[in-house]
């Protein structure tokens, strides 16, 4: 099964981002967690209700991080799918809670309603013909048939797309279906969340910058290691590229590499879930720290911002 397996993005204030996606977009908060190589930055998961690959964003929210910039070499937009019939809703909710967006619009084919999150981070929900069939999860305010089903894909902003295409078909297993203008897109085998990767050719735009509102990196699906380790070989043989070894994150394990248009890519593992430090039940309710990190449990804590009453 191939697509995406999570974005990673940057943010600002903490509660303002757990409020935002588990309040106004109604996601679920599937773990509370820390950045691993930096311990005093938080790390927050949100997706459905397991966290199943193709559902997940995650941030790390630096306090008063200054705003990146969009531009060549970083991803443009994210978008979430959503039943075709539920844009009206969306749209009405997005009046009541003042969140920006954008005229609907159509992309090859489907209505796309384009808004942004506190910190600014382009978003788009997609109208899926059938999407009402997949599996949802309500926040109890959201209803159910009106939720989110996880990723629809992501655009990246490229100077040429042409390298970065051939990581993508040769690698992933995605192949080109349609152009559109300047905007190339690459599907996934199957309709599965996350399985479109739209590139926008932009020659001679500005570079990006990361910062709030930007997103760090964009991971794809493997199965298993050994899935993992195949495709880490073919970025080496057949593309020149050289990921880092593999680092254990818990929930997945991880191989990081920068694709030939500059974006940071990353390979993660479907295997082990969410599920393997605590029940799905209480996803997110307490602060999970991988064993090398549990003996600073009180030093972190003390640095970390506190949610409580932010999280139930």
Do not use: C
């Amino acid at each position: 099964m191939s697509g995406l397996h999570h974005v990673t993005a940057i943010a600002g204030d903490p509660i303002r981002n757990f409020g935002f996606y588990t309040r106004d977009l109604g996601l679920r908060f599937v773990k509370r967690t820390v950045n691993f190589d930096d311990p005093a930055t938080y790390h927050f998961y949100y997706g459905d209700e397991t966290g199943r690959p193709g559902t997940i964003l995650t941030f790390f929210p630096w306090q008063g991080v200054p705003p990146g910039r969009r531009g060549v070499g970083e991803t443009h937009q994210t978008a979430f799918r959503v039943p075709q019939r539920s844009l009206g809703y969306w749209t009405q909710r997005f009046i009541e809670k003042g969140i920006h967006y954008e005229a609907l619009e159509k992309r090859f084919g489907e209505s796309v309603l384009p808004f942004t999150d506190p910190d600014g981070m382009a978003l788009a929900l997609v109208g899926v013909p059938g999407a009402e069939d997949e599996p949802a999860w309500s926040n109890g305010d959201v209803p159910v048939e009106h939720a989110i089903r996880g990723f629809h894909g992501v655009t990246l902003l490229l100077d040429n797309a042409g390298k970065t295409a051939a990581v993508l078909t040769d690698v992933f297993g995605f192949k080109e279906t349609a152009r559109e203008g300047s905007v190339i897109r690459y599907k996934a085998a199957g309709d599965v969340n996350g399985s479109v990767v739209d590139i926008y050719e932009a020659k001679g735009f500005l570079r990006g910058h990361q910062g709030g509102g930007s997103v760090h990196h964009i991971a794809f699906r493997a199965a298993d290691d050994a899935e993992q380790a195949r495709m880490a070989q073919r970025l080496v043989d057949s593309h020149g590229l050289h990921p880092t070894e593999q680092k254990d994150r818990n929930y997945f394990r991880s191989i990081y590499f920068r694709e030939p248009g500059g974006v940071l890519f990353e390979i993660a593992t479907d295997i082990p879930g969410f599920a393997v430090d605590e029940p799905v039940e209480t996803l997110g309710r307490e602060l999970k720290l991988p064993g090398f990190l549990e003996s600073h449990r009180k030093e972190i804590e003390g640095v970390l911002p506190k949610l409580e009453g932010a999280v139930s």
